[in-house]
């Protein structure tokens, strides 16, 4: 009798210690393995940084690149007005559409005018 309780505790041992490593491998894969991709991938998006790129930084700043020195990023927040920032201070590079020349204008349709339409004409 003692002989089958010793082989029975011994079981529930294994899993107690079986449950916390399982349960720190769970937490790994659903938040530290993401978390460290976005950081690498994050990090590869601030060292191709290159000038005249559209750029957002991390308090919500639309701006163009200028210049790029090895830790910081001069940035052009307005005609003529410029910034330093480090690096890290950039969270995404923002694609420009591109403008679509008067050639791509169909001949069916019409650019665009400046003027709103007059809904009672």
């Known amino acids: 009798m003692l002989l089958s309780q010793a082989a029975t505790g011994g079981g529930a041992n294994y899993w107690t210690l079986l449950l916390p490593i399982l349960l720190l491998a769970l937490f790994?894969?659903?938040?530290?393995?993401?978390?460290?991709?976005?950081?690498?991938?994050?990090?590869?998006?601030?060292?191709?940084?290159?000038?005249?790129?559209?750029?957002?930084?991390?308090?919500?700043?639309?701006?163009?690149?200028?210049?790029?020195?090895?830790?910081?990023?001069?940035l052009e927040i307005a005609p003529g007005v410029y910034a330093r920032h480090v690096r890290q201070a950039i969270v995404r590079i923002i694609d420009q559409p591109d403008q679509p020349s008067q050639s791509q204008v169909g001949e069916g349709t019409t650019p665009p005018s400046d003027r709103p339409e007059d809904p009672t004409a």
């Open 28 to 74: 790994w894969v659903v938040a530290i393995r993401p978390q460290r991709r976005r950081q690498r991938e994050t990090s590869d998006m601030q060292s191709k940084l290159q000038p005249g790129q559209q750029v957002m930084t991390g308090a919500g700043l639309l701006a163009t690149v200028h210049a790029v020195e090895d830790d910081a990023v001069v």
